[in-house]
């Protein structure tokens, strides 16, 4: 079993910053990418950023130069710093890893996801 436990949404004023942390748990034998997509009220989920197990990043255009993607790999922990945000950054943010378990079996997991609410 592999868990993803998310924190650190919440409620900011546009123009502020939010920093989430997604942990994976469980029977892990090696992580590959993790990720953060976000899922707006009434639109589809989409990508934020991805990071590699080297540290290899990508981001949506619309984040770029605001959001920053880093992860510790001791920890099998990744972040999303967010800044300067925007009332357009509120969504439900998910955090995504590809997993290989300790029977080597390779899978996407998802967090449960944690609201970011950017008021104007």
Do not use: H
């Not at 868990?3 to 994976?24: M, N």
């Not at 925007?86 to 969504?91: H, I, L, N, R, S």
């Not at 079996?105 to 970011?116: E, I």
């Amino acid at each position: 079993q592999v868990q993803l436990v998310e924190s650190g949404g919440g409620l900011v004023q546009a123009g502020g910053s939010l920093r989430l942390s997604c942990a994976a748990s469980g029977s892990i034998f090696s992580i590959n990418a993790m990720g953060w997509y976000r899922q707006a009220p009434g639109k589809q989920r989409e990508l934020v950023a991805t990071i590699t197990s080297g540290g290899s990043t990508n981001y949506a255009d619309s984040v770029k130069g605001r959001f920053t993607i880093s992860r510790d790999n001791a920890k099998n922990t990744v972040y999303l710093q967010m800044s300067s945000l925007k009332p357009e950054d509120t969504a439900v943010y998910y955090c995504n890893a590809n997993i290989i378990t300790r029977v080597l079996r390779t899978s996407d997991y998802w967090g449960q996801g944690t609201q970011v609410t950017v008021s104007s």
